[in-house]
């Protein structure tokens, strides 16, 4: 494993308005796949027990649910591929349902996570690393001094 790069909280803050954006396409792509989904299982109008079988049902089935299966299949392949150019950032994607997200940083020498949630207007909470959303701890002023690399 690669050495994780270590953010201060401005160049985690810097990166909040790119990361705002793409969460947000992220999550209306959440929206549009789930939206897609219903109208293939329309489509296909045959009960599946699983996704595999709904999936295989679709492109053997009637023009109109292969082409619900192939725009699903655009959806998710631009929904995995929007993640991967976040990870690519050098941010650590931690609930894709909610757009929360970590940065390592170091506080007192220690490895912590600074901690962003779509439609925060900025890195404002930290958390150690084996504590998660729970744990999360506001980055008071003393603490912003605090986190250096």
Known sequence: M???RIWTIEEANALVPRLSSLISRQLALASDI???WQEL???V??????PDQLLELAR????????????LSEKIAAYESGWQEVEELGVV????RIGLCDF??????????????????????????????????????????????
Do not use: F, M
């Open 60 to 71: 053997s089935g009637s023009e109109l649910a292969r082409a619900r299966e192939r725009e």
């Open 2 to 4: 690669s050495t994780p």
């Open 104 to 149: 390592y940083g170091r506080l007192d020498g220690a490895l912590v996570w600074l901690c962003w949630r779509y439609g925060e207007q900025a890195v404002e909470h930290y958390h150690g690393l084996e504590a998660g959303y729970a744990g999360r701890r506001p980055i008071t002023a003393a603490k912003r001094r605090q986190l250096l690399n």
């Open 34 to 36: 789930e939206r897609c």
């Open 41 to 43: 299982v329309k489509a």
């Open 45 to 50: 109008e045959s009960p599946a027990t699983t």
């Open 93 to 96: 994607v931690k609930d894709q």
